[in-house]
């Protein structure tokens, strides 16, 4: 089930808890896998709307650096790796002074929470996962534990600070429907102590970004040429965009835009300005489109916006102080909020002797 912002606060279950809450924000858990560059499809699908959670909730946003060791068991460049996808969402919005920002490695508290949950974690329903067979697939050389109780990890790491949002995309609704079964199994088991975990995302804001060649989303792992990232240089991104599919225009006025044309609108829409749009959009109907000036426009808008970010992420990453002061501050607040869970899990599940 997926939440959406106004639906969820108009609900009479969100007036109920929001009265037992008494005030208390509603908690939100993310976690991000730290494998490879974030591009425009991850900003804005997900971080734009961290950045504004971070304002309305209890933020936790994670660095999965243990779910990245069932896929990526060489660590050479794991510290690389942690460093710019903190840097890339700081650059983007993230303040650490609002969300706890942190490491799952730093707060090992997860890994025990984990162990819990994998006794309540059933095989056959571990083989079952999509995710898990789509790994078998790729790494058939690696099946390790790991990846067949990854989703019990991620489950650790939400229910660890008792969150109830979690914002994510399609391709982790499975996951978070095993987390409600773990959470309901445990609770039955032992007693309340968490609630069930849903996700959540602002509605209005579920952008999909299409990629350049026309095909599908942009994404990290296929077509890298149809996909913008935040560390492209300017001219990788005025290469990329000039490259975009385009045709010889439309013969006749009003007609419907081809995907690929109408893909480059939808870009247009996050980057440009509201008279640039209405410009391309009137020379189309029209039948003056130069798609040549287009992608031209679009390219220019699109550096003017990625470019700020990669200074920034440039100028946070030549500061490891800074960032060794980030993973702290976020490290203590989670670790803060684990600890106050883990009392409570080990009371609940006669953990306790003395
Ligand atoms: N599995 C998630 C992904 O691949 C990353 C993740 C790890 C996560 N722990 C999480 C997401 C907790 C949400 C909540 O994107």
């Keep these: 089930m997926n939440i959406s912002f106004s639906s969820f606060y108009n609900s009479f279950p969100f007036l109920i808890f929001a009265v037992f809450m008494e005030g208390k924000k509603p908690i939100v858990m993310s976690g991000i896998r730290p494998t490879g560059f974030l591009h425009l499809g991850n900003y804005f699908g997900a971080i734009r709307n961290y950045v504004r959670m971070q304002d309305e909730f209890e933020c936790f946003f994670m660095v999965a650096d243990l779910h990245s060791l069932t896929t990526h068991p060489d660590t050479r460049h794991l510290k690389a790796n942690v460093h710019r996808v903190l840097a890339e969402n700081i650059a983007c919005g993230l303040d650490p002074e609002k969300a706890a920002l942190y490491c799952q490695s730093h707060v090992y508290e997860t890994s025990e929470l984990y162990l819990y949950l994998n006794m309540l974690a059933y095989k056959g329903e571990l083989e079952k996962t999509a995710t898990f067979?789509?790994?078998?697939?790729?790494?058939?050389?690696?099946?390790?534990?790991?990846?067949?109780?990854?989703?019990?990890?991620?489950?650790?790491?939400?229910?660890?600070?008792?969150?109830?949002l979690v914002p994510v995309g399609k391709d982790q609704e499975?996951?978070?429907?095993?987390?409600?079964?773990?959470?309901?199994?445990?609770?039955h088991r032992y007693g309340d102590v968490f609630p069930e975990p849903q996700a959540f995302n602002y509605s209005e804001q579920l952008v999909k970004v299409p990629s350049l060649d026309g095909t599908g989303k942009m994404s990290k792992s296929e077509n890298q040429m149809a996909t913008l990232y935040l560390a492209d240089t300017?001219?990788?991104?005025?290469?990329?965009?000039?490259?975009?599919?385009?045709?010889?225009?439309p013969s006749e006025p009003n007609s419907e835009k081809p995907d690929y044309i109408e893909n480059l609108f939808l870009l247009m829409k996050l980057v440009s300005g509201n008279d640039v749009i209405n410009k391309f959009e009137n020379d189309y109907k029209n039948c003056h489109i130069r798609y040549g000036d287009m992608k031209k426009q679009l390219a220019e808008d699109m550096v003017n916006f990625i470019s700020p970010i990669r200074g920034r992420v440039?100028?946070?990453?030549?500061?490891?102080?800074?960032?060794?002061?980030?993973?702290?501050?976020?490290?203590?607040?989670?670790?803060?909020?684990?600890?106050?869970?883990?009392?409570?899990v080990?009371?609940?599940?006669?953990l306790k002797y003395f």
Aim: glycine residues 6%; proline residues 2%.
């Design 133 to 164: 067979k789509d790994k078998v697939r790729l790494q058939p050389e690696n099946v390790n534990a790991g990846l067949l109780t990854y989703p019990v990890l991620q489950a650790a790491d939400i229910i660890l600070h008792r969150a109830s």
């Design 174 to 187: 499975q996951h978070l429907e095993m987390a409600r079964n773990f959470v309901n199994r445990f609770n």
């Design 234 to 249: 300017d001219d990788m991104i005025r290469k990329k965009v000039m490259k975009a599919k385009t045709d010889m225009g």
């Design 314 to 344: 440039e100028d946070i990453l030549g500061d490891e102080i800074y960032l060794k002061q980030v993973m702290e501050v976020g490290a203590e607040k989670a670790r803060k909020s684990a600890k106050a869970t883990m009392l409570l």
């Design 346 to 350: 080990r009371e609940s599940m006669g």
